[in-house]
């Protein structure tokens, strides 16, 4: 064991405190992934559709995660290295930008802070361990997922296919759980629902879901393995019909307007990853199984 090893894992309040600093800047980075990427698929997608029409590319400026640097959206203002830190920045400026005084969303500095919380609550769960990297990259990719498909109804392929893949290749070592029940879990997690879509779309004439919440299920069914699909699918799917019908009663939701899934399926699978063995043998105890 390196000596920086055995400090981590003999002085958890020092684990506690860096963990909590890399998942503010994580968050800090999770929130230009968040903002970016459905506009980078936007004009993807409207490239693409140029070229089938036979129309010449039009000119674009470079547009990605690391550029252009970050700046107001309004004013097109830089936003200075001390104003970039993660809250402190947002809470520096008082939620406004310094140069026009556009106000900044309020979930720039949630997402940084949540982010923060949700690295600190894996790190007491599993300590200074092999797991607690591979639980961290996890938490942070199910943020992002929950947030964009929040906002846009898009669970894109280039965080999904990625993080379906690494929890394969994760299982090999085996660090979360082994390489069969991985591999079973990414087939039962998108077979699933894929099943449900289609069964749903015969009897209804609708699509009940996005084809992109067949990809985070098996994305989860790869890091978690088959046995918590069970407890995935009941959480995600029991909360999720609570919400929209406390938000329909509310008025909040129109009827026929969808409401995201994969913020549930995230949120679920997060939990699973933390508590799903002891939460799946609990309620066994209680059913006499």
């Known amino acids: 064991m390196s000596e920086l090893s055995l400090l981590l894992s003999t002085q958890p309040v020092l684990l506690y405190t860096l963990v909590a600093l890399l998942g503010?800047?994580?968050?800090?980075?999770?929130?230009?992934?968040?903002?970016?990427?459905?506009?980078?698929?936007?004009?993807?997608?409207?490239?693409?559709?140029?070229?089938?029409?036979?129309?010449?590319p039009a000119a674009q400026e470079r547009f990605d995660l690391l550029w252009p640097p970050s700046h107001c959206p309004a004013c097109e203002r830089p936003v200075r290295p001390l104003?970039?830190?993660?809250?402190?920045?947002?809470?520096w400026l008082r939620g406004r930008c310094a140069g026009c005084g556009t106000p900044i969303p309020l979930r720039y500095p949630l997402i940084e802070a949540?982010?923060?919380?949700?690295?600190?609550?894996?790190?007491?769960?599993?300590?200074?361990?092999?797991?607690?990297?591979?639980?961290?990259?996890?938490?942070?990719?199910?943020?992002?997922?929950?947030?964009?498909d929040l906002r846009t109804f898009l669970l894109p392929d280039a965080l999904t296919l990625p993080g379906l893949w690494a929890g394969l290749a994760l299982a090999l070592v085996p660090v979360l759980v082994p390489l069969r029940d991985a591999v079973?879990?990414?087939?039962?997690?998108?077979?699933?629902?894929?099943?449900?879509?289609?069964?749903?779309?015969?009897?209804?004439?609708?699509?009940?879901?996005?084809?992109?919440?067949?990809?985070?299920l098996a994305l989860l069914g790869a890091w978690l393995g088959w046995a918590q699909l069970p407890f995935v699918l009941l959480a995600s799917a029991g909360v999720g019909a609570v919400i929209g019908i406390l938000l329909r009663v509310a008025g909040q939701l129109d009827a026929g307007r969808p409401l995201p899934f994969g913020p549930f399926l995230a949120a679920a699978g997060w939990i699973a990853l933390l508590w799903g063995q002891e939460l799946t043998t609990a309620y066994l105890r209680s059913v006499g199984l």
Not at 29 to 56: K, S
Not at 187 to 196: E, K, N, P, R
């Open 83 to 91: 104003e970039n830190l993660p809250v402190l920045g947002w809470l």
């Open 114 to 148: 949540g982010c923060g919380l949700l690295s600190l609550v894996v790190v007491w769960r599993f300590g200074w361990s092999l797991q607690t990297p591979a639980a961290l990259a996890l938490t942070w990719l199910l943020l992002a997922l929950a947030v964009i």
């Open 184 to 216: 079973i879990g990414a087939m039962a997690g998108f077979l699933v629902l894929w099943s449900v879509y289609h069964v749903f779309r015969l009897l209804t004439g609708r699509e009940g879901m996005g084809r992109g919440d067949f990809k985070l």
């Open 24 to 56: 503010l800047i994580v968050g800090s980075f999770l929130n230009v992934v968040i903002h970016r990427l459905p506009l980078m698929l936007e004009r993807a997608w409207a490239a693409e559709c140029a070229e089938l029409r036979g129309e010449p």
